[in-house]
């Protein structure tokens, strides 16, 4: 970091925190606020400079399309390993605002190797609704799923929507992000790719047949 101005440091290790804390980055409109910046194109102009410095890259069309390079990812804590070694944790019921591994939202721990995925899974959440019955994942079932804010055209993506947690399809076109479902009673949702109305949390990458009754009181995360 001896690189970086006093800024860009400032800058840094706000996205730190709130990947750390959150799960996922800050907007340029959070980093203004956090700050003091009046205009967004100054927090711009520090980004491009982190980004050029390697310490962040970014994606174009989309709020919180910044990633930390594996250099300045955050410190795994003390404490990190002990989920691990109890398999992956199981995502229930997600509180509005709350990240989706906050204690509160971890049913229990599968004795599941993450591993087992391809790329390896971070956790498991369970799937309420039939919004991707065709896709062979049912009400009840745990997707594995591996945490990423980047997800290609086609791909199985778990999304916070208004503080709603779904399993959709993901497609873009013409500057919007479209969550589609497998499931011909459910419609498409279309959100401005641009926006801050949806934020991915990560990648499904399988699919664990839950022998619990999803239908119980802490079985409702993802929602159709």
């Known amino acids: 970091m001896d690189t970086l101005t006093a800024r860009q440091r400032e800058i840094l290790e706000l996205i730190r925190r709130s990947v750390a804390e959150r799960g996922y980055p800050p907007t340029r409109a959070e980093i203004c606020e956090s700050l003091g910046f009046r205009s967004p194109n100054a927090a ?12 962040i890259e970014m994606r174009r069309g989309a709020s919180r399309g910044i990633r930390l390079t594996d250099a300045f990812a955050p410190e795994p804590s003390p404490t990190a390993e002990e989920p691990e070694a109890a398999g992956l944790p199981v995502v229930g ?33 369970r799937v309420r609704g039939e919004s991707m019955r065709d896709a062979g994942i049912l009400d009840g079932d745990l997707l594995a799923v591996r945490r990423d804010t980047e997800a290609r055209d086609g791909q ?3 999304a916070r ?39 991915l949390e990560g990648i499904g990458v399988g699919v664990l047949r839950s022998p619990l009754d999803p239908r119980g009181p802490e079985g409702k995360p993802a929602s159709d």
């Open 93 to 125: 019921r997600v509180a509005a605002g709350s990240p989706l591994l906050a204690e509160e939202s971890i049913e229990r721990h599968c004795q599941v190797d993450a591993a087992l995925f391809s790329p390896p899974a971070d956790y498991l959440l």
């Open 44 to 55: 711009e102009s520090h980004l491009r400079a982190l980004a050029r410095k390697g310490a």
């Open 161 to 199: 929507l208004h503080d709603e947690v779904t399993v959709k399809f993901l497609e873009r076109r013409q500057g919007l992000l479209r969550l589609i479902p497998a499931h011909p009673d459910y419609p498409v949702i279309e959100v401005a790719a641009d926006g801050q109305d949806v934020v």
């Open 156 to 158: 199985i993506v778990v």
